[in-house]
């Protein structure tokens, strides 16, 4: 029997038209919705499909309809990530994402309680940012924001974005860190997926050690923030830094706490396919930091995380905790009657 407790904190929105620019020229790398098949269509960036998708990723109703078969109460939901769009000059890139939290608000209103948002903000320009993390906060009521894993080759740890993850803390507002535009691309063999399949986890674990090792948590121990894909590649990164802080004397001075002790500070989805690598990331990590994650609607997903959870063979309490417990305390909710 299914539960229908589960909060998925990675789930996607892509609108179903993109306005035209409001500008001359229109600038490279902005996006546009052409007409595919039945209820799909293209998103189409500078003349190529760059994804075909279904109308789950901007239709409310035919979201919500697919909850209970996932075994689903509350979804967050954030931008597809190439719309993050740091490539764009930042008055441009800070148009798009204006325009895209405020679909996800709609959204979110449309959803009776049952979806919270994760905006964008043009991190891009560290200024216009925090502007618009404010106007995500107290003018549409999101509840968290959703980054990429590096801005523009830059990783997220960097010390430069410091000023923004302050602003989050200052504001209450969770961050969810998502694989984007990975490096490495020219090491793959093989078609164009295989950057979702091996790129992204690759890029996310880089993502979250830089945290690790520009000890974002020691400056700011309040921050939540999760990592996508299970923290990608991080858990067989953590052993090898762990081992290198007594090996190495450069890594032990600019490593100011354990990497162990900071990863069990920061959360992970369960998006890994996989029942013992759910268990290998528990042990690792901890019960009390990973939440379910699906990528919905994309077509690779998980379509059953509840399920997916239960045949781990976890006891009740991780249950309780990787299906809802966790995301409740990294959104900052409460939500009654779930069990």
């Not at 209820?39 to 499909?49: E, F, L, T």
């Not at 325009?99 to 309680?113: D, H, K, P, R």
């Not at 600019?254 to 002790?261: A, F, G, I, M």
Request: aromatic share 8%; proline share 7%; net charge negative.
């Amino acid at each position: 029997m299914k539960c229908n407790c589960g909060i998925d904190v990675h789930a996607h929105v892509v609108p179903g038209d993109f306005p035209k620019y409001l500008g001359g020229l229109t600038p490279s790398g902005w996006p546009s919705m052409a007409a595919a098949h039945e209820c799909h269509r293209h998103v189409m960036i500078d003349g190529k499909n760059y994804r075909t998708v279904s109308d789950k990723c901007w239709t409310t109703s035919r979201r919500l309809a697919d909850f209970q078969e996932m075994g689903l109460k509350m979804q967050a939901i954030s931008p597809m990530p190439e719309l993050l769009s740091y490539w764009l000059s930042p008055p441009d890139g800070a148009q798009l994402v204006r325009f895209l939290n405020e679909q996800i608000a709609t959204m979110v209103s449309e959803s009776s309680g049952q979806l919270v948002g994760l905006g964008a903000v043009p991190l891009q320009d560290l200024t216009l940012a925090i502007k618009e993390l404010h106007y995500m906060k107290e003018s549409l009521g999101l509840r968290g924001v959703e980054v990429g894993s590096n801005i523009n080759g830059t990783v997220i740890g960097d010390p430069r974005f410091d000023p923004f993850f302050e602003a989050c803390v200052a504001l209450d507002m969770p961050v969810f860190v998502h694989a984007l535009r990975p490096a490495g691309m020219d090491r793959l063999v093989g078609p164009a997926p295989l950057q979702q399949v091996l790129a992204f986890p690759t890029d996310v674990g880089l993502a979250a050690a830089s945290v690790l090792t520009g000890n974002l948590m020691e400056r700011y121990p309040t921050l939540r923030i999760a990592f996508s894909h299970g923290g990608g590649t991080l858990a067989m990164l953590l052993p090898r830094l762990q081992q290198a802080m007594s090996v190495f004397p450069a890594i032990k001075e600019s490593v100011h706490r354990s990497p162990t002790e900071q990863a069990r500070a920061l959360y992970y989805d369960t998006l890994v396919f996989d029942q013992r690598t759910l268990q290998h990331l528990v042990l690792t990590f901890g019960a009390s930091q990973l939440m379910i994650g699906t990528d919905y609607p994309f077509n690779f997903n998980e379509n059953l995380p509840v399920e997916r959870i239960k045949a781990a063979g976890f006891d009740e309490k991780t249950i309780e905790q990787l299906t809802h417990a966790n995301a409740e305390k990294f959104l900052g909710i409460e939500l009654p009657g779930l069990e």
